[in-house]
């Protein structure tokens, strides 16, 4: 097990990662954080909120790159902490497997995922979370909503590069097909 020095060791200074978001896809994790019933329904699904960089607000779904050394399982919870805060208490399941696998391309249209940085590979979790959760970072905030609500059009246009689409598809992924 590889120990925080050996990943701290790992980082790419920022000209070493846009030299390498040139040259080679990404690997991301992505994660739609669910709050769910007794037996298994997702009742509220969690949006966070920040502002782009041209200043616009978009609602997107947690996400984030997988460190070097870094197991996947190890990444979404990191991710889901950092974004939600360390009492979010994220169920990331003993075999984890993604309901997606979506590739963003710097050129868009290529899919319906699109990132102008970098050519990025996300596997794509739905993850329950049972503790209590504020946004963090720079999340401005996060809105718990039903899955019809985060169904609905206008918050799907609300979500830039694609995390509209992945909502849509983990909404299907968990018995919501009527969108």
Known sequence: MPTDVERQEAWLSR??????????????????????????????????????????????????????????????????????????????????????????????GVTPFHDPRQHAVALCFIVPVRGDCAPQHDSLDLAWLTPQEAGETGQLAEMAGGHGALLRQALVHVGHSAF
Do not use: Q, W
Not at 47 to 54: D, K
Not at 85 to 104: K, N, Q
């Open 15 to 108: 000209e070493e990662l846009d030299n390498v978001r040139g040259r080679v896809p990404i690997l991301y994790v992505a994660a739609v954080p669910v709050r769910v019933s007794d037996n298994g329904d997702v009742t509220r699904v969690g949006l966070l909120l920040r502002a782009s960089e041209t200043g616009t607000m978009e609602r997107e779904l947690v996400a984030g790159r997988v460190n070097y050394h870094e197991r996947v399982r190890d990444a979404l919870v990191r991710h889901l902490e950092k974004d939600l805060g360390p009492m979010a208490l994220p169920s990331v399941p003993a075999s984890p497997v993604p309901f997606t696998v979506a590739e963003f391309f710097p050129t868009p």
